[in-house]
Structures are given as C-alpha cells and as structure tokens.
C-alpha cells in the first residue's frame, strides 16, 4: 500500500521558516510526523496568492519550489522529490517519502505556456487552475459575478497543453462552470485534490453529485479534503458565530508579514490553539464524505487530499498528519476491504500519474 495526501500547504510553512526535518508542536506537517502516520507520500502544493500581481505570482512561485527542493536536501535520507509513481514506489522501496509538487492557483504562469513549462520541468505535476479569486484561466467559486463565464480561451490552451505535457488537471477551487468547461475540453482524466461533498456540506468549495459523477465518467478522481468548514455545515456555523475568522485572519497576515518574530508565531499559535478547542466535527466525518462518494462513483474514484498547513483548524482526532492513518482504520471499520483501501489511500491518485 502506498498512503498519499494528495494536497498539503507545506511551502507556504517552509516559507515562514518551518524546519520540516524536525517535529514541530505546531504544524501539520513535517517528515517525523509523515513517518510517525505511515504517509509515503504528499503533494507539496505551492500555494500563490490571489492578490499577488502576476511577476510577482511567478516569483513567489519559484522561490517557494527553490525552499522546498533546499528543505529535502537538508533533510538527506529522509525524503525525495519524485516526479511519477514509478520514482514514488522506489523512493518506498528504499525508506524515503516522497514529496511531489502542486502548483496552487494558475496566476504564477500569467497568461504564458512556456511558464506552464518550466514549472513542469522544475517538477510540478498537478496545477490546481485558481484560487479564491479569478485569474486568467478561469472563473474562481468564490466570487459570486463571473469573469469569464467558466474557462477563458487562454484557459482552454491551458488545459490542451497540461494534457501534452502530462500534468494533472485540478478542478478544486474553481467555478462549477469552469469545472464542467475543463471536462468537455480535457482529452485526460482530472482531479479534485482537495475538495468535499457539497451533499454533506454546503460550501461552494465542495462538489455536487453530477459534478462527483461526471469527474469520475471522465475517469478522474476526487480527493476529499479535512477542512471541518468543507465536512460539516454545523461547525461551519459555529465559527461564522464565533468572530474567530476575522482576528485569525489578522494574526496570521501578521505572522506572515514576519515569521522570524517570536511574538507574531507566539499569537499565531494561540489562535490555532484557541480554534482547535471549540466544539469540532470527529475525523470520522471525513469518512462519511469518502462513504458518500463511494456511493456515487464507487472506490476507483475518491481519495485523500488533506490540505493541510492550510487549514487553520483541523476535525478532532486528525490534529495532524501523524493520524492521517485513522480514516483508513475508520473505512476498514465500515467494512471497506483491503483493496479498496489500498486505491482510496493512495492507488487511484498514483495511477492517473
């Protein structure tokens, strides 16, 4: 078996000075932790603001892979970048987790294939199309009046490029109509890396179950993702009535603005704290939305994308990766067989690489 996370926002913390070759009290993830959970693998996803202009989306996404390249060499005979699944299950073979990368938010290639190129040379395999904003790709979920209508036509270039090349396609974050627009036009199999069942939970972040059934007639598959706002409509009201969102939105730009300051993590770290002991969905959610997909699609098609370290809050029970084990025990518990945990841990992801 081969446990994979499909998204986790690992540079984003390498950035703001993480050492991930060391278990950090705080944090979701770092290779000790990795070990301690049974993960083979995750996707470092490279996440790029939306508010970020467009050479300065590319910078930051050069520097970040530069961070994450440099936090594996000093972590040697820990980890490995890795590329395909072939290089995946060498690296297994020989003791060392695998770090692919994502490139989070199509604004980092500007309106530019050759850059779509070179971020796959630097070994990007997955590009997840926007973020919370529009760019010029597609149209975003999050913003309620449309840019394009769904895909632009320089997105339609997008997707028919990323096809040649051989890099994944993810539809998480994107508009419902620049979802079915990347279905029609994809010749290849596309990915939700980390999204959930909006059946189960009613944020617009997550998937209906034509869009869960259509991914998986195309041949893709959906990651669910760990987030209790995207698992469960009740914790989603509680923070909304907490006020917490705002001050931890404050805490946490600051933080960024100067990671190096003690004082800044001191009261980022609190905030988190503060979240993690409020009334939280169990990690057993995550299973109800793996069950619910599973019933739509059946187990070729749903996987685990975690999202974690950019999540500010996680269900009880999956406070990091060390547990990411516990859904797989949870699934078995449910009666799902050996096979079939083998294709939700990691199997379905890997084979569409």
Known sequence: MFVLDSHCDTPSQIHRLRNIGVWNEHGHVDFPKMKAGGVDGAFFALYIPPGLGPAEATSYAAELTAEVYDAIDSAAGEAALVTSRQEALAAQEKGLISVFLGLENGSAIQKSLALLRFFYRLGVRYMTLSHSAHNEICDSCSPSEPRWG???????????????????????????????????????????????????????????????????????????????????????????????????????????????????????????????????????????????????????????????????????????????????????SRGYSETDIEKIAGGNFLRLL
């Open 150 to 332: 769904g895909l632009s036509p320089f997105g339609r270039e997008v997707v028919k490029e990323m096809n040649r090349l051989g890099m994944l396609i993810d539809v998480s974050h994107i508009s419902d109509d620049a979802f079915y627009d990347v279905l029609e036009c994809s010749e290849k199999p596309v990915v939700a890396t980390h999204s959930c069942c909006r059946a189960l939970a009613h944020h617009r972040r997550n998937l209906t179950d034509d869009m869960i059934r259509a991914l998986a007639q195309k041949g893709g598959v959906m990651q669910i993702n760990f987030y209790p706002v995207f698992l469960d409509d009740g914790f989603a009201s509680r923070l909304e009535a907490s006020g917490i969102e705002s001050r931890c939105e404050a805490v946490e730009a600051a933080f960024i603005k100067d990671p190096a300051d003690p004082a800044k993590r001191a009261a980022w770290y609190a905030v988190e704290d503060e979240l993690a002991s409020m009334d939280r969905p169990s990690y057993k959610r995550i299973a109800d939305h793996v069950d619910h997909a599973v019933s739509l699609v059946g187990t070729d098609h749903v996987g685990l994308g975690s999202d974690f370290d950019g999540i500010s809050v996680t269900p009880a029970g999956m406070e990091n990766i060390s547990h990411l084990r516990l859904v797989l025990e949870e699934l078995k």
